[in-house]
């Protein structure tokens, strides 16, 4: 059979095939029968509209996420804990929603503008667009395998007919020569009898099929969450009147608000470098406040071997430290030669960032602080030696060179370290973002207050947090009564003590 007509017969299945494959699958959920469709498993009576949530709206959302996850059978053990937290993030996602959406109404920014409909559209269509071409793709690997394997099987039988053949009608020297001839055929052919020596491959599928195939398999899947497109944009449409709201709401916050809040973070930082430098160190506070006279310090290291390294090492760890700090010693006596030759290059005016690409074992470090180390005074940070080297130049430009546990460092004060405008600015508009979102995350506590949603937790297979709360409450009082009929009243305590000393 020739490679154009096997390539047919695998174009032809290849659709069929992927339904199966990668789309074909059922869910399986840990529920005898599914609820209706249209059963409301959430409302809310108290807020000004009467909200609801229908198992529809659940369903599709929770099998979006199993579909997208891998997950076909949500009863598995190595999934059920995972799965019954996704439950409660979807109802929970839902109901925030529906109140979000219902609030929007209110203030006036449900609907969109024609110019935040673009977006919404732009949007989802580069996302279909995506997912079409990740389906297609998978098409495409999937009937690559395919035709690897038809075209392999049809080889084999090529083979056999060959040796059948070579077998009837000759043997001996002849059987060897047939033999040879029919290598000589396989190494020219494509698998499949046929020559293809000089000629390129042909993709197995065209860019149309692919994206044909890649279109079926989105819709099958959405199929399968008892989905369309269409929920998929209105999903696109919710999010951008939830990200409306969003701003909507962050219009109270204002840059004053970030710029005090920087300021107060600022305070935090000086007090804690004054009480508690670990800390100020760990909680990475350098980056918002400074304290006088730090530093920006460049270094070359002339590092210790990978062996010397580790001894140094476990002598400190032994406890070793004055046999540690022997073999430093002399390990830094033999780089003598090459910290002289580094240093006389630096006195002839060559490049000190060069230098260090050439001959720093931390060159990557060096590359990562472009301006060199931040040291600031009393820092736990380095090691003593580096930390106490770091103040020992009197003006930038000077140097000094220390030997720590990884080798000789040939320190440069490099500068003076500070906070720029730019930092600060970048710091403020983070903070402003965060008070936005804490403005919004305030309100929705409020909103969710306000309306207070009945869940059926039964129909969603999760957990009822009041149930649990008084199961908890319940043991506790177990717990308590039985500790105290097992302790001694004070008179059963004194006639235990009276019958004692009789």
């Known amino acids: 059979m020739g490679k154009s007509k096997t390539t047919k017969i695998i174009r032809a299945g290849t659709a069929i095939m992927l339904a199966g494959a990668l789309c074909g699958c059922t869910i399986k959920l840990n529920t005898k029968k599914e609820p209706k469709l249209e059963a409301v ?16 709206a659940f369903s599709k959302e929770y099998k979006y996420y199993l579909v997208n996850s891998g997950i076909t059978d949500d009863t598995l053990e190595s999934v059920a804990d995972t799965c019954k937290a996704q439950r409660e993030k979807v109802i929970n996602y839902l109901i925030d929603e ?33 997912q079409v071409d990740y389906f297609g793709s998978q098409a495409e690997k999937e009937a690559e395998q395919q035709t690897s394997a038809a075209q392999s099987e049809n080889q084999d039988d090529e083979h ?90 962050g219009e109270n916050v204002t840059r004053e608000d970030a710029q005090k809040e920087f300021e107060n973070f600022e305070k935090q930082a000086e007090e804690t470098y004054k009480n508690d430098i670990e800390s100020y160190q ?11 006279n730090s530093r920006l310090i460049k270094h070359i290291l002339l590092g210790f071997d990978n062996d010397t390294s580790q001894q140094i090492e476990d002598l400190r760890k032994d406890g070793k430290d004055d046999e540690a700090d022997k073999l430093r010693t002399e390990k830094a006596e033999e780089l003598k030669s090459k910290r002289e030759e580094t240093e006389k290059k630096l006195d002839d005016g060559d490049n000190l960032d060069d230098l260090i690409k050439e001959y720093s074992t931390d060159a990557t470090g060096s590359m990562m602080n472009p301006d060199g ?70 309100k929705l506590e409020e909103w969710d207050k306000e309306y207070v949603f009945e869940i059926d937790y039964k129909t969603l297979r999760i957990d009822d947090p009041a149930k649990e709360n008084s199961a908890a409450e319940s043991g506790s009082s177990a717990a308590d009564s039985t500790a105290e009929s097992a302790a001694p009243s004070e008179t059963d305590s004194d006639a235990e003590n009276s019958k004692n000393s009789e």
Not at 101 to 125: C, H, S, W
Not at 286 to 292: A, G, M, N, Q
Request: glycine letters at 6%; charged letters at 30%.
């Open 98 to 130: 529906q109140i979000i959406l219902q609030k929007a109404k209110d203030m006036g920014v449900y609907e969109l503008t024609e110019e935040e409909q673009k977006a919404v559209d732009d949007d989802f269509a580069e996302k279909i667009k995506a």
């Open 160 to 249: 056999a007919d060959v040796k059948a053949e070579s077998t009837e009608e000759s043997d001996g020297e002849s059987t060897s020569e047939s033999a040879d001839e029919s290598a000589s055929s396989e190494t020219a052919s494509s698998g499949t009898g046929e020559d293809t020596s000089g000629t390129e491959s042909t993709p197995i599928l065209s860019d149309e099929e692919k994206e044909s195939l890649g279109n079926d398999m989105l819709d099958d899947m959405l199929e399968k969450c008892g989905m369309t497109r269409d929920d998929l944009y209105e999903w696109a449409k919710n999010s951008k009147i939830v990200e409306k709201v969003r701003e909507k709401l």
């Open 373 to 442: 180390y931040t040291v600031i005074p009393n820092g736990t940070q380095y090691m003593p030696e580096f930390q106490e080297a770091a103040f020992v130049p009197e003006k930038i430009g000077d140097r000094t060179t220390c030997v720590t546990d990884y080798g000789v460092h040939i320190i440069v004060y490099a500068g003076d370290a500070q906070i720029s405008e730019k930092s600060i600015n970048s710091y403020v508009d983070y903070m402003l973002e965060q008070l936005k979102l804490r403005e919004y995350a305030d």
């Open 282 to 292: 760990q909680q990475g506070y350098s980056d918002i406040w400074l304290p006088e």
């Open 41 to 56: 498993v959430a409302y809310s009576q108290t807020g000004a509209e009467e909200l609801k949530i229908t198992y529809e």
